[in-house]
């Protein structure tokens, strides 16, 4: 099994989930705190490979809902920028095994990776609190909740 290098945001409900599915999995996590890491554009931009700039970042944090930062247009040096000073901003969790890198919980590239245990409920880094938003609206318009 994979010793998993883990950056979280620490209380966050949907790294705790990603983190016990790993470790059901087998794995031995080594967690960080994403936030208090004195990151630097060298050690941040490995997390984000090849993906485009739009999906380096935390689709929940604050500056990004409310429109302040256009992840569309944003170019990956005012992105790291951006991230260093406000790590929030960083899509989660960020995981490093060996050499490999990489942002966001993909259950499917984590299992094809290092291997992950199948579960009933799908577990991805999609923010909990945003999930349970969607679900509790959805619920009250009257419509059926989306896997």
């Given at each position: 099994m994979a010793d998993v290098i883990f950056y979280e945001k620490p209380?966050?409900?949907g790294n705790a989930r990603q983190k016990a599915l790993l470790l059901s999995s087998g794995h031995a996590l080594q967690v960080r705190n994403l936030l208090a890491e004195?990151?630097?554009?060298s050690s941040l931009r490995p997390y984000f490979g090849e993906t485009p700039v739009r999906e380096?970042?935390?689709?929940?944090?604050?500056?990004?809902?409310?429109?302040e930062i256009d992840i569309e247009t944003i170019t990956p040096q005012a992105a790291?920028?951006?991230?260093?000073?406000?790590p929030i901003l960083i899509r989660?969790?960020?995981?490093?095994?060996?050499?490999?890198?990489e942002a966001g919980f993909?259950?499917?590239?984590?299992?094809?990776?290092?291997?992950?245990?199948?579960?009933?409920k799908r577990v991805s880094d999609t923010c909990v609190?945003?999930?349970?938003a969607t679900l509790r609206?959805?619920?009250?318009?009257?419509?059926?909740?989306?896997?």
């Open positions: 209380g966050c409900a004195p990151w630097s554009v380096w970042f935390n689709l929940a944090a604050p500056r990004v809902k409310s429109g790291l920028v951006m991230m260093i000073i406000d989660r969790p960020l995981i490093k095994v060996g050499g490999r890198c993909d259950p499917e590239r984590i299992g094809a990776w290092i291997g992950l245990q199948p579960t009933e609190r945003a999930e349970a609206a959805e619920s009250e318009a009257g419509a059926a909740p989306a896997d």
